[in-house]
């Protein structure tokens, strides 16, 4: 089979929420035809729904996706979930002949929206390959972590980890110098040239909080399924739930009246 022959121009979406959507009309503009939910038509499925229960749901019950996908058929499962969830769907797919990359995405809706998401991937390298023009429709930064499905859920779970690390730093460290009598927009904006510049402390008044509890479960679970702990994800998830959208904007300095990225996933 030659590389036109192998070609996806067919891809079917599941989850046309808020990043699943725009991602949609990306590939839309890239030129595949697009529909959603429909796997009997599509040569790919991408999978962009809320957690594992719904990637299970959609993929491997009686009426999942991979009753529709014939031979040579792939599934993207972009949601956010575990590497687990990742292999049990392959390990179905593969007595299938049906491929599957894991490909959670980062940077949230407005990248979705722009189209310069960053995505991580993990699966086969023929597979990372053939489907290069389906991620890059909506990818600015295509990442190959890993051969083995489910690593790129792993470098999610890091992004996630390390994210939600930084805006906790970031407001403990702007209400202290407010409580000390240092104006926190000022110290926030001097910091952004200093060794403690980060992704937190920059897009401080553009992150939302709907998903850190979600992520930092997420990581507790993942550890606990592998045998270890994650001390700062716990602390963590416990810190986020005192913090609020409106507290991280004051602190920043964001304008009254401003309109934050409701959306903002991550990250």
Known sequence: MNAASNAIHRVGV??????????????????????GEVASYSQAV????????????????????????GPGGVV???????PSTCRD?????????????DAPVAKGQRSAEAGDLTVFVSGEPALFQRCQPILRAFG???????????????????NNLILWAGVAGVHEA?????????????????????SADSYALR???????????????????????AGTEAPLANWLRTLMR????????RLSGAQPGATPDTGRKQQ
């Not at 599941?14 to 590939?27: D, F, Q, S, V």
């Not at 769907?89 to 990359?101: D, E, N, Y």
């Not at 051969?147 to 890091?158: D, F, M, R, W």
């Open 140 to 158: 600015q930064e295509i990442i190959h972590i890993d051969t083995q499905v489910g690593a790129a859920q792993v470098a999610k779970l890091a």
């Open 76 to 82: 993207i499962i972009a949601s956010t979930v575990k």
């Open 174 to 194: 702007l209400a202290l110098a407010e409580r000390l009598g240092v104006s926190p927009a000022r110290l926030r904006s001097a910091l952004r040239h200093g």
């Open 203 to 225: 897009e401080l008044h553009l992150i939302n909080l709907t998903w850190p509890d979600k992520d930092l479960a997420q990581a507790v679970e993942i550890a606990s399924e």
């Open 89 to 101: 769907v392959a390990a179905a797919a593969a007595s299938r002949g049906v491929g599957v990359l």
């Open 242 to 249: 005192t913090l609020t959208r409106e507290e991280l904007r």
């Open 14 to 35: 599941i989850g046309l929420g808020r990043m699943g959507l725009p991602m949609a009309r990306h590939l839309l503009h890239a030129g595949f035809e697009v529909a």
């Open 46 to 69: 991408l999978v962009m729904v809320a957690d594992d229960a719904q990637v299970k749901a959609v993929t491997l019950e009686p009426v999942g996706v991979l009753t529709g996908l």
